[in-house]
């Protein structure tokens, strides 16, 4: 399948953006929380956005210019573990084009072979996760022309380690599931006691291998739930925040404070065409299909 190419134009704020889209390989589609994704932007625009925390691991490979998280620069190519806060990301709003993966947690586990709870909160050189096999992907990605051949070198890659990785333990892959079926509103402890262990084994056993505990991540998915919706439905905050699962708006309110460092009217208000949120000075990116879980 051929990469698909969106081009957005945004005026003043966001000029000459590409995004190139590809479906994956059939067999790494379970191991991936979106599809493919290529990003190229010709002329300055935003040089920072707000990132908010949600279950996905992100793989980045930049092909021209740099970026930093949380003003601290970043090799060319690295791997964000999962985190439980938002994150300032920024380029110095010149050329940049990257290749961006974004893996499931229990992808990342299997294709990187160690617990994710080593990586939380951190962002690590691919050369220093796979030592020169790492240090080869990225110099080939960058020698790359074609997007299309772009990714079938990363598939290539994730299809030989997925090989030789670990499985998920079931208890683990199941609750993980069950979390993203119930948009995060299943109870931890009720799930514990379906797949017969304690809830305190289970926190142990799902952070291990996920990166952070079932609680964080079911907090996680309702948000991305809510932020999918938004668009959709904009003037029913109360509403949307009792069918995500929340207490109340009160809750909803404090999880974009925490979140996404924003309040929902604030994120309704700064709304963009094509996705994005326009912060205090930060666009906020996240790209509602992509967000759903």
């Known amino acids: 399948m051929k990469a698909r190419v969106v081009r957005t134009d ?16 059939p067999r790494l589609r379970p191991l991936l929380f979106r ?36 003003g601290k620069p970043l090799p060319d190519a690295w791997l964000g573990g999962l985190g439980d806060r938002y994150a300032v990301v920024g380029f110095g709003g010149g050329p940049y084009a990257s290749l961006d993966i974004e893996l499931t947690p229990l992808g990342a586990h299997r294709i990187l072979g160690m617990p994710l709870s080593e990586l939380q909160g951190r962002c690590v050189a691919l050369e220093d996760l796979f030592g020169d096999e790492g240090r080869r992907l990225t110099e080939r990605l960058r020698e790359t022309a074609c997007w299309d051949a772009r990714f079938d070198v990363l598939e290539r890659f994730l299809l030989a380690r997925a090989a030789i990785g670990p499985a998920p333990t079931p208890a683990v892959q199941w609750v993980m599931r069950r979390l993203r079926e119930t948009g995060g509103q299943a109870r ?32 996680q998915i309702r948000f991305a739930s809510v932020c999918a919706c938004v668009r959709e439905r904009p003037a ?34 700064r709304l963009l065409p094509g996705g994005g949120v326009v912060g205090d000075g930060l666009p906020f990116v996240q790209d509602a299909a992509c967000a759903a879980v």
């Open 236 to 269: 029913a905050w109360a509403q949307l925040a009792v069918e995500a699962g929340y207490y109340d708006q009160a809750h909803l309110n404090r999880d974009f404070r925490e979140l996404a460092g924003t309040t929902p009217t604030d994120f309704l208000a």
């Open 10 to 25: 945004l005026g003043d704020s966001l000029r000459s953006s590409v995004r190139v889209i590809r479906a994956a390989d």
């Open 188 to 219: 931890i402890q009720t799930l514990a006691a379906e797949v017969g262990c304690s809830r305190r084994y289970l926190t142990a056993r799902f952070t291990a291998e996920v990166g952070l505990a079932p609680k964080t991540i079911a907090r």
């Open 35 to 70: 599809p493919l994704y290529g990003f190229e932007q010709r002329e300055a625009g935003f040089t920072s956005w707000l990132e908010p925390p949600r279950p996905a691991v992100t793989l980045i490979v930049d092909l021209e210019g740099a970026i930093s998280v949380d």
